[in-house]
């Protein structure tokens, strides 16, 4: 959908960003990552013109965007800028609306797209769309960037930085809206940011940049588990394998879980599931809510009697659920000291388990070198 061909930017003999070529497939987000200054906002800035390059060409649709009427581009992509930029003297409903009015949309039509655009990024348009953007919070000034450069409907997004200006916990809640919000709307998306954490959470895959050149363009699991050089390396940090837990959802690796009812044979179920291989069995109770575990091989072995047997647990504070992350559950079993925790549906309803050892597997696949 979107490639870059051999693309170099020069200021005088400088190079701000030197030969890059680069395709981001329909519906994905990609994610450009590096240190201040490497070249990202400069190359996410030729893709819709703003700037010209001094070499090569940028595609979209397999068209060279030099050949598109600068209408088009305004339709075709949307752009959040770094540092927010609304415009001071517009309400936050006139700065959203503001590419549909360039492009000669009616009134009435703006202002039921704004409408739509205010409910998805979750502010109400009654309370917000008069205010002017110095009266918003950092949070709420970012999602009216993203809703302002979603506003024409474009299928390419170019997003520079934008939760940059927010403290980490608004943040992570922006990001994860993000996430939630393209899972619906499925654009293309060029996301640039220099913090790692980030381009984890959101990118399908990461270009990472040093110097105005792409270093290594990957799936952050694999960019995790294998970074190219040293530079990589170092960029991604010590805890590689912990933050590559983060991509992997615990339903990959969920098993079944032994369950047994607290007025069942306690005994005879847990010499059952022993049988098969598994420690430590659930037990429910009669409205089939987890009341706590026990372990198969202490009863077995001392036959103790059923009262002292159960392992009572709070569910919410060792449960996961289905969509959670790995690093999420392995956090609950560090906190809690246990080597298996129990996956719950929203009931609270136990639907399965996961294990350390399942956990380790995945960082095990994490290389201990680069290979240079
Ligand atoms: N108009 C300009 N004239 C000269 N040099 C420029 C100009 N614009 C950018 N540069 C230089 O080009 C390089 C890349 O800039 P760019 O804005 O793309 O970096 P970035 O990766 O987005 O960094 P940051 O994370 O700080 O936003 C920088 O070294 C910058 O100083
Ligand atoms: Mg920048």
Same mark, same amino acid.
Request: charged residues 25%; aromatic residues 12%.
């Given at each position: 959908m979107i490639k870059l061909i051999d693309i170099t930017k020069k200021y005088g003999e400088f190079?701000?960003? =030197? =030969?890059i070529s680069l395709k981001v497939k329909q519906g994905e987000v990609c994610v450009l990552l590096g #240190?201040? &200054?490497?070249g990202k906002s400069t190359t996410l800035k030729i893709i819709n013109r703003m700037l010209e390059p001094s070499n090569g060409n940028v595609l979209i649709e397999g068209k060279?965007? +030099? =050949?598109? /009427?600068p209408e088009l581009l305004r339709r075709k992509i949307g752009y959040v800028i770094q540092y927010v930029g609304l415009f001071p003297h517009m309400t936050v409903g006139e700065n959203i609306g503001i590419v549909p009015k360039l492009l000669g949309w009616e009134k009435v039509k703006i202002s039921r797209r704004t409408e739509q655009l205010f409910t998805l990024i979750g502010l109400d348009p009654g309370f917000y769309?008069? /205010?002017?953007?110095? %009266?918003?919070s950092g949070g709420e000034a970012q999602r009216i960037g993203v809703a302002r450069a979603l506003a024409a409907d474009p299928p390419i997004l170019l997003m520079d %930085?934008?939760? &940059?200006?927010?403290d980490p916990l608004t943040r992570e809640i922006l990001q994860t809206e993000f996430v939630k919000i393209q899972k619906e709307l499925k654009k293309t998306v060029v996301f640039v940011t220099h913090d790692l954490e980030e381009a984890i959470r959101v990118a399908v895959r990461i270009v990472l940049m040093q110097k105005g050149r792409i270093v290594q363009h990957d799936t952050p699991e694999n960019i995790l588990a294998h970074p190219k050089n040293k530079f990589v390396h170092d960029f991604i940090g010590a805890d590689r394998a912990l933050k590559r837990l983060? +991509?992997? #959802?615990?339903s990959n690796i969920m098993r079944e879980a032994p369950v047994v009812k607290s007025s069942d044979d306690l005994f005879k179920a847990a010499k059952s599931v022993d049988k098969r291989g598994f420690r430590f069995l659930w037990v429910i109770d009669e409205n089939e809510e987890l009341l706590g575990w026990i372990d198969t091989t202490r009863l077995i072995r001392n036959k103790e009697k059923k009262e002292d047997v159960i392992t009572r647990i709070p569910v919410s504070r060792i449960a996961v659920r289905s969509d959670f992350t790995c690093k999420t559950a392995l956090s609950r079993m560090l906190a809690e000291g246990i080597k298996v925790v129990p996956v719950v549906d929203e009931n609270q309803k136990i639907i399965g388990e996961i294990s350390l050892a399942d956990i380790e597997k995945i960082t095990e696949e994490v290389a201990h070198t680069w290979q240079e």
């Open positions: 190079t701000a960003v =030197d =030969d #240190p201040s &200054g490497c060279n965007v +030099r =050949d598109f /009427k769309s008069n /205010k002017y953007p110095h %009266e918003l %930085e934008p939760f &940059g200006a927010v983060s +991509r992997f #959802p615990v």
